[in-house]
């Protein structure tokens, strides 16, 4: 066993591959430990990996390699109806013939439960998510949302240490998916329950978790809380699947402690935190968040790099303005500035200086 493995996580992934072929691997040895009462969102693109595990979890698949370890026991081959683990769905799974309370009743009644504690804690269940008066009504006169409460009451209403959910609010509108979010975080800290999350949605995993696993390719290329992984991305992929960013390429020709020199492709020279380039001659992708970059002269700090850059585009977005520039030959840089008295509104073709710290930008993988 890997001490992946051998730590006091209370889900763990030991080494786990998946192949549905036998020759190409979905999951590519993956460990993952995951602390009781955590909050993990395992984010990524269609294809990365992400809801295989959520499914071999769930033992809905099967691991082709590895153990899957749930309060320290291996559960590769306990049948899911059999691991106490609570679950929901994008689609809800509801069953239409059934009363609300009847679905959040049903998982209690295979479970052999009495009729008076069933009551008890479907009514609890219910309470929860703010349905209690909807009971009686069957899933079809139920919004979407109401539905998709009712189903996070049926996977809590048994009391497990774990829930699973499969990309739960992709159904809903914006505005209710929002505030779904926080519902779902505020109940799963508040009973304590460990909930594992998959989404394709950064703001939603980012909003949500305590943690967050980024998935590609079948590996988790970072593994982070939300702030670290926008802050701190530790290679391309990551940087530019969380949040916006800006890209310039070169190639780094010094490495000093914290500091890297990077001439761009364009021939301008910038200064770089150092964070997945090895040796001077590699080709590098230098990565900067549009809100780490000002243009208005007072603002740029001291110590700040400067470049030259045209305006292409400035767009007002209420709380903040959007301009798209020309920098170093790239037409899709991005800076977000926040609306102040004090910030001087652009115009296309207007050339401006920009400056950012060297901290902020930070030098990635090619």
Not at 10 to 34: A, H, I, P, T, W
Not at 177 to 188: D, G, N, S, V, W
Not at 350 to 357: S, V
Request: net charge negative; proline share 5%.
């Amino acid at each position: 066993m890997t001490d992946t493995a051998a730590n006091d996580g209370f889900v763990v992934f030991d080494r786990v591959q998946k192949s549905y072929d036998g020759e190409n691997l979905v999951v590519k040895d993956l460990n993952l430990s995951v602390a009781r009462g955590e909050f993990l969102t395992m984010l990524g693109p269609s294809g990365s990996g992400k809801t295989t595990c959520l499914m071999m979890l769930a033992g809905f698949e099967t691991a082709t390699h590895g153990d899957i370890l749930l309060g320290g026991k291996p559960i590769n081959n306990i049948p899911p109806h059999k691991r106490g683990i609570g679950m929901v769905f994008q689609n809800y799974a509801l069953f239409p013939h059934m009363t609300i309370a009847e679905n959040l009743s049903f998982p209690l009644e295979v479970r052999k439960m009495g009729k008076s504690e069933r009551e008890a804690k479907v009514k609890r269940a219910l309470d929860m998510v703010e349905m209690g008066a909807f009971g009686g009504r069957r899933p079809s006169q139920l919004s979407g949302g109401q539905q998709q409460r009712v189903a996070l009451a049926r996977a809590l209403v048994f009391e497990p240490e774990l829930v699973l959910m499969d990309e739960p609010l992709g159904a809903l509108d914006k505005q209710l998916r929002e505030k779904m979010q926080f519902e779902i975080t505020h109940l799963a800290h508040s009973l304590g329950i460990t909930t594992v999350y998959v989404t394709h949605d950064q703001t939603e995993a980012l909003t949500m978790s305590d943690n967050v696993a980024v998935f590609d390719d079948g590996r988790i290329q970072q593994l982070a809380p939300p702030a670290d992984l926008y802050e701190k991305p530790q290679n391309s992929f990551v940087a530019q699947f969380i949040g916006e960013n800006n890209t310039l390429e070169g190639v780094v020709t010094e490495i000093k402690d914290d500091t890297c020199i990077v001439r761009l492709d364009g021939g301008e020279v910038i200064d770089a935190t150092p964070i997945n380039v090895s040796n001077v001659g590699d080709r590098t992708k230098v990565s900067i968040r549009p809100e780490r970059v000002e243009y208005n002269k007072d603002r740029i700090q001291e110590g700040a790099h400067t470049l030259k850059a045209e305006v292409l585009e400035f767009i007002y977005m209420g709380d903040i303005f959007r301009t798209r520039l020309r920098v170093a030959g790239n037409d899709e840089f991005v800076i977000k500035t926040r609306n102040a008295p004090d910030v001087d509104r652009l115009v296309p073709g207007q050339q401006i200086e920009i400056g950012w710290l060297p901290s902020d930008c930070r030098a990635l993988d090619a």
